[in-house]
């Protein structure tokens, strides 16, 4: 079993619709949850991040963590053209080792 | 601020020839780490450097892959001979290393992008 699932199919949807984007994990010593963004032809960048289970909200993103389940979210409210890009789940202990799901490839249509 | 510089941006060889990729963290970062990133995939980490010593090499193959960090400051990452699953991104990305707990972010360079014929 991998250590993160992210199922990585493509998302299309329309401007304004909300982009709902979900990981599994399993293994319990993860303590930080984030999601990065990567454009094409860049590095990933961090979008945000969790620390242990609950809700975050920045703007038009939420990152939820229920680590009951080793489930984590990221939704994209009033999604935008400019939020056409890669999404990429990672999670750590906190030891700097970062594993990271296979990303969502999400574009957004004007 | 400047961000993590990487070169080159693309390299194209022919396998089991030598490549070489050089990374420049940000300054003052104190962990150096290079992912592999094969396309479809998330990144895989390869190495990490604090300061100028290896934390962790674990997935790094040794045979054909080797990294340094020399000063504690740049890195350069060798592959020696090239295999045609090489073919991937070649992420650098750099941390400050506080040790006062919380996140250590890592900020990633823009990668190399190898192709191995």
């Known amino acids: 079993q991998k250590e993160v699932e992210q199922d990585p199919g493509p998302l299309s949807v329309p401007e304004g619709a909300i982009v709902s984007l979900n990981c599994t994990y399993s293994?319990?010593?993860?303590?930080?949850f984030m999601w990065y963004r990567q454009y094409s032809r860049k590095g990933p960048e961090l979008l945000m991040y969790?620390?242990?289970?609950g809700n975050k909200e920045d703007g038009r993103f939420t990152a939820q963590v229920d680590k009951s389940s080793k489930y984590i979210s990221l939704f994209i409210r009033d999604s935008q053209p400019s939020d056409s890009a890669t999404y990429l789940c990672?999670?750590?202990?906190?030891?700097?080792?970062?594993?990271f799901g296979k990303g969502n490839q999400v574009v957004v249509i004007p | 601020e400047a961000g993590v510089a990487q070169s080159p941006r693309y390299k194209i060889i022919e396998k089991r020839q030598s490549v070489a990729f050089w990374c420049n963290p940000i300054?003052?970062?104190?962990?150096l780490y290079w992912y592999q990133q094969i396309l479809g995939q998330g990144p895989k980490l390869l190495i990490q450097?604090?300061?100028?010593?290896?934390?962790?090499d674990s997935q790094l193959p040794k045979d054909r892959f080797s990294a340094e960090r020399l000063k504690g400051v740049d890195s350069t990452l060798k592959i020696q001979p090239a295999k045609l699953e090489d073919s991937a991104v070649y992420l650098c990305?750099?941390?400050?290393?506080?040790?006062?707990?919380?996140?250590?972010?890592?900020?990633f360079g823009p990668g190399t992008r190898l192709t191995v014929l």
């Open positions: 990305a750099s941390s400050l290393t506080r040790g006062t707990g919380g996140l250590d972010e890592q900020f």
């Open positions: 293994n319990s010593a993860f303590q930080y």
């Open positions: 969790t620390y242990s289970s």
């Open positions: 990672a999670m750590t202990p906190g030891n700097n080792r970062l594993a």
């Open positions: 300054s003052g970062h104190a962990t």
């Open positions: 450097f604090q300061n100028n010593g290896v934390v962790d």
